[in-house]
C-alpha cells in the first residue's frame, strides 16, 4: 500500500491517523511516510523507499537502529518473559548504570515515558516541599502531563493560561511560566512568589523549539537562585541524557564554571534505547519520600519492564567515548554541510547547537542566535518546508518541524553522510525560493 493509502485509512481509525501529533506532518504539510523497517543510520517506508534518518526515533536511536546489541539484548530478556511486575535484578544494574556517571542522581525510579517522569518529579518536588507553585520557560516541553500544557499569560512571567483544551485553569494557573535565558524575569518571579515555588523545571539545554542551549552560567544561577528561596531544580534530561555525553548535558558543563548540582533529573529516549524506559533520579533524601518509603505516591504496572530496561541497559553499555566522539564529529559535519548549502543560496540562518543536538533559524531577524522562545518565533519559519521536502525527496528524513532538532547517530557512516550532503544544495534552492 502506498504511504498516501495508509495515511487514508491511519485516519479513519485513528485520530489525525497518527498516535503523536508531530507525527502528521501538518507543519510542513503533505503526506507522512508509514515506516516498516529501520536498520543503522536508514528507515525505510512502506512503499520501499529508504531514507537517511536524521530524526533517530526523536533521540533513541544513538546507535543506530537495530543495533544487533541491543536487538539481542531484547530477544533474549523477551524469551524469559515480557512482563513480571516483579522486581528484576536488571533494574537495578540499570539504575546503578546511571548513577556512577551522574552523581546528583543518587537514587532512580524508574518509568516509561518522559511525560511519566516529569509529571513524576513535580509531584515529588511538591510533596518534599510542601509547596504548590512550579515554574517553567516558554518554549520548553516536559510532556503531556496537565500542569506542563501551560502558556505563558499574557506580560512576562505570569501565572500561566491552559495550553489545551481539557486542561483546567485552576491547573494551568499553578505553573508560571519565564521567558528562557532570562535571569532577571526568574529574579522577579521569585521575588514575587518565592515562598510557594516548589521547583523550576527546566530543560538542562532546550530543543523542543529547536535547539536553544541554556547562556553560559544559566542553569548554575537558576540552581543559585532556587535553592536561596527553598526550591527545588528539577533538570530534564530527558532529551538531552546521554545523548550529548554519556553523563547527559549535566556531564557536559560538570568541571567547567558554570558547573551545576539540579535536585532531580529527568531521563527518557536513550535511556530506554527505543523502548519504554524513563526514569527520575536526585538526592536520597528527596527520592526517599517516594512510595513504599515516603508519602508521594508514583506506581506502573510496566515501570521496570524487563524487555525495555534490556534495550537500556545494552544502549547505555554500548554507548562508549568512541561514539560519543562520533556523534559529535557528525553532527559538526552535517550542520557545517547545511550552512554552507543556505549561505551558498543566499539564505540567512543561523545554526544553534546544544552538544551534537542542532537545528536552525531562518532569517535576517535571527541571523545572530536566538535565546528564547519569542527568537526562535521571530524567524521566517516557512522556509524549512520546502526545505523539508527537497530532503525527503532526495531521501533524507528530517524532524517535519522546524521547531525540533535533528538528531545523528553513531550509524551514520560516510554513505550516509554522503547522502544528506548531496541532497542539500536542491533543497538550500528551495528554501531561498520560498
Ligand atoms: N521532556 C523532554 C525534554 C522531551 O523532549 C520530551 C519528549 N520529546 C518529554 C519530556 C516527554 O517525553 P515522552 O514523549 O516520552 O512522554
Do not use: C
Not at 505563558?152 to 486542561?167: D, I
Not at 523542543?208 to 527545588?232: C, E, I, K, S
Not at 526514569?279 to 505516591?297: C, F, K, N, S
Amino acid at each position: 500500500m502506498t504511504n498516501a493509502g495508509l495515511f487514508a485509512r491511519a485516519q479513519a481509525a485513528i485520530p489525525g491517523g497518527v498516535n503523536s501529533p508531530v507525527r502528521a506532518f501538518r507543519s510542513v504539510g503533505g503526506t507522512p511516510r508509514f515506516l516498516v523497517s529501520a536498520r543503522g543510520p536508514y528507515v525505510t517506508d512502506a512503499e520501499g523507499r529508504e531514507y537517511v534518518d536524521l530524526v533517530a526515533g526523536w533521540g533513541p536511536a544513538i546507535l543506530g537502529h537495530a543495533d544487533p546489541r541491543v536487538v539481542e539484548a531484547v530477544t533474549d530478556a523477551a524469551a524469559r518473559g515480557l512482563s513480571f511486575g516483579s522486581s528484576t535484578p536488571a533494574e537495578t544494574e540499570l539504575a546503578e548504570l546511571v548513577e556512577e556517571r551522574i552523581a546528583p542522581v543518587e537514587k532512580l525510579r524508574l518509568v516509561s515515558t518522559g511525560t511519566e517522569a516529569t509529571m513524576s518529579a513535580i509531584r515529588l518536588a511538591r510533596g518534599f516541599t510542601g509547596r504548590d507553585l512550579l515554574v517553567k520557560f516558554s518554549g520548553h516541553y516536559h510532556g503531556h502531563s496537565d500542569g506542563l500544557l501551560a502558556e505563558a499569560g499574557s506580560g512576562l512571567a505570569t501565572f500561566a493560561l491552559p495550553g489545551s483544551a481539557g486542561v483546567p485553569r485552576e491547573i494551568a494557573a499553578l505553573t508560571l511560566v519565564a521567558p528562557y535565558n532570562d535571569l532577571d524575569a526568574l529574579r522577579a518571579v521569585f521575588a514575587e512568589h518565592g515562598d510557594r515555588i516548589a521547583a523550576v523545571i527546566t530543560e538542562a539545554a532546550a530543543a523542543n523549539m529547536g535547539v536553544v542551549p541554556p547562556l553560559p552560567g544559566f542553569n548554575r544561577a537558576l540552581v543559585d537562585l532556587a535553592h536561596a528561596h527553598g526550591a527545588l531544580v528539577i533538570s530534564d534530561e530527558v532529551l538531552t541524557g546521554f545523548r550529548v555525553s554519556a553523563a547527559g548535558w549535566w556531564g557536559l558543563e560538570n568541571g567547567t564554571d558554570s558547573a551545576y548540582t539540579p535536585d532531580l533529573l529527568t531521563f527518557g529516549k536513550v535511556i530506554g534505547g527505543g523502548m519504554p524506559v524513563a526514569a527520575l533520579g536526585g538526592r536520597t533524601e528527596i527520592m526517599d519520600q517516594l512510595a513504599p518509603l515516603g508519602p508521594v505516591y508514583q506506581a506502573g504496572t510496566l515501570s521496570g519492564n524487563p524487555v525495555a530496561v534490556a534495550a537500556g541497559i545494552a544502549t547505555l553499555r554500548a554507548a562508549d567515548a568512541a561514539v560519543y566522539e562520533q556523534l559529535d564529529a557528525t553532527a559538526a559535519t552535517i550542520s557545517d554541510a547545511v550552512s554552507a548549502a543556505l549561505t551558498a543560496e543566499g539564505v540567512a540562518h543561523r545554526t544553534q547547537h546544544a552538544g551534537n543536538l542542532f537545528s536552525f533559524v531562518f532569517g535576517e531577524a535571527v541571523a545572530g542566535g536566538v535565546h528564547d522562545y519569542a527568537g526562535v518565533l521571530r524567524q521566517e519559519s516557512w522556509r524549512y518546508s520546502p526545505f523539508f521536502h527537497a530532503m525527503l525527496e532526495a531521501g533524507v528524513s528530517l524532524p517535519p518541524s522546524v521547531f525540533e532538532a535533528w538528531f545523528v547517530t553513531a550509524a551514520h557512516d560516510e554513505a550516509a553522510i554522503g547522502r544528506v550532503l548531496d541532497a542539500l544544495p536542491g533543497a538550500a534552492r528551495a528554501a531561498a525560493s520560498a
